[in-house]
């Protein structure tokens, strides 16, 4: 049973950091590109960023490059999302998810996801 758990969200202001984290668990790890995505109320799900099973290819959507950074640890079935500069716009909650193959920003590609963790910036 493929299991996905994100940790880390919580309330911050308008310019802090916030690291996400998201453990695996019942696949093997290291074939899995991983993305993240988030979903703000009201709003369809989006791509926030997404890294290669290897970690040498990674990809963010155009309103997170500079401020968020994703990173992964294969020894620890664990991906890690770094948020910087963070903006009332970035409140969502925000999902781990998996897909057997090479990055994708499309939702629809990924198979396993996580339940979510909120993340909410205030002004």
């Known amino acids: 049973q493929v299991q996905l758990v994100e940790s880390g969200g919580g309330l911050v202001q308008a310019g802090d950091s916030l690291r996400l984290s998201c453990a695996a668990s019942g696949l093997t790890f290291g074939s899995y590109a991983m993305g993240w995505f988030r979903q703000a109320p009201g709003k369809e799900r989006e791509f926030v960023s997404a890294i290669s099973w290897a970690g040498s290819s990674t990809d963010y959507a155009e309103s997170v490059k500079g401020r968020f950074t994703i990173s992964r640890d294969n020894a620890k079935n664990s991906v890690d999302l770094q948020m910087t500069t963070l903006k009332p716009e970035d409140t969502a909650v925000y999902y781990c998810?998996?897909?057997?193959?090479?990055?994708?920003?499309?939702?629809?590609?990924?198979?396993?996801w996580g339940q979510g963790t909120q993340v909410t910036v205030s002004s």
């Open positions: 998810a998996a897909r057997f193959g090479s990055v994708d920003q499309s939702a629809s590609a990924y198979v396993y």
